[in-house]
């Protein structure tokens, strides 16, 4: 199974776009320990090359950057509304009058919750979608806990702590391979039930990227984001729980400009506690 980050920022990008701190002065800059690898886009992942997870408003560069063409993708998995991973203007050009051309298939699978397809519906109507836009979407919305199945992948979805309702964190599995990822952005500490799930169903994920957007906060501070030390208390969690083994590949992702240090300062702490570091354009073979 490959994996493929596309963005690994939180909602505002690193470099964010009106700001001018340190971090994000350093880092459009590239000085003071800052690198390429510390520009980061919006979210997004990619798996085989056939799946994308999320679609934010950097698809596009994220597609530029990393010579793919979004024409191939059938199938696509949206955690939650939010615009750093839903953008509903390329699904009008996608059926836009000569504007999404020689489509390796004109349907598309989307796997998402009630919530984030009615954002998206409406989204549609209020940028100008045409019916066939909509009809060319074919939706499936799992409750929490449930499964769909897009082509060769199960997609459960899992509820995200990460606003009121709607947001999912999923696992998915391509069954071709019997691999299991855990995608894990935009969500607070995953609730005790969820783990209980994850437990009595018996998976054994392969690879899990965890949400760290609030990187150095203390462990009392968790609303609708995980930073370094859930974490590092989710992945013991995981291990003992027999989710995760000893083979199991953990990254941490989806970082805020705010509390954030230098790619290569990460990877030192992270190293300790066995998670890498995830940066735009890094491709993960499970
Ligand atoms: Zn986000
Ligand atoms: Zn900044
Ligand atoms: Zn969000």
Redesign the pocket.
């Known amino acids: 199974m490959k994996y493929r980050f596309l963005g690994t920022a939180?909602?505002e990008g690193i470099p964010a776009v009106f700001c001018g701190c340190p971090v994000c002065a350093a880092a459009r800059a590239g000085e003071k320990g800052y690198t390429e690898k510390d520009v980061r886009t919006r979210?997004g992942s990619m798996i085989n090359d056939d799946f994308l997870v999320d679609f934010s408003s950097d698809s596009n560069m994220h597609a530029i950057e990393n010579n793919l063409a979004f024409g191939k993708i059938k199938y696509m998995a949206i955690t939650h509304p939010?615009c750093?991973?839903l953008y509903p203007q390329e699904f009008v050009n996608r059926d836009g009058v000569g504007h999404g051309r020689n489509l390796l298939r004109e349907e598309l699978d989307i796997v998402c919750s009630e919530k984030t397809k009615d954002v998206l519906l409406q989204g549609l109507v209020y940028l100008g979608g045409r019916k066939t836009t909509v009809e060319k979407l074919q939706f499936q919305t799992p409750a929490p806990y449930e499964s769909a199945t897009v082509g060769p992948y199960v997609i459960t979805a899992l509820p995200a702590e990460h606003m009121k309702g709607g947001a999912y964190f999923y696992l998915i599995t391509d069954t071709r391979e019997n691999k299991t990822l855990l995608h894990c952005?935009?969500t607070a500490l995953p609730l005790e039930e969820t783990l209980d799930f994850l437990q009595n169903s018996g998976v054994k994920i392969d690879f899990a990227e965890l949400d760290c957007?609030l990187f150095g906060v203390g462990f009392d501070h968790h609303y609708s984001h995980m930073g370094y030390v859930h974490c590092v208390h989710l992945k013991s969690e995981l291990l003992r729980r027999g989710i995760a083994t000893q083979n199991t590949v953990f990254y941490i992702n989806?970082f805020t400009h705010n509390d954030y240090l230098p790619y290569e300062e990460m990877v030192k702490i992270a190293a300790k506690d066995g998670f890498l570091v995830s940066y735009d354009g890094l491709v993960v073979e499970f």
Do not use: E, F, L, R
Request: charged residues 20%; glycine residues 0%.
């Open positions: 939180a909602a979210s939010h750093d991973h952005n935009d957007t989806h």
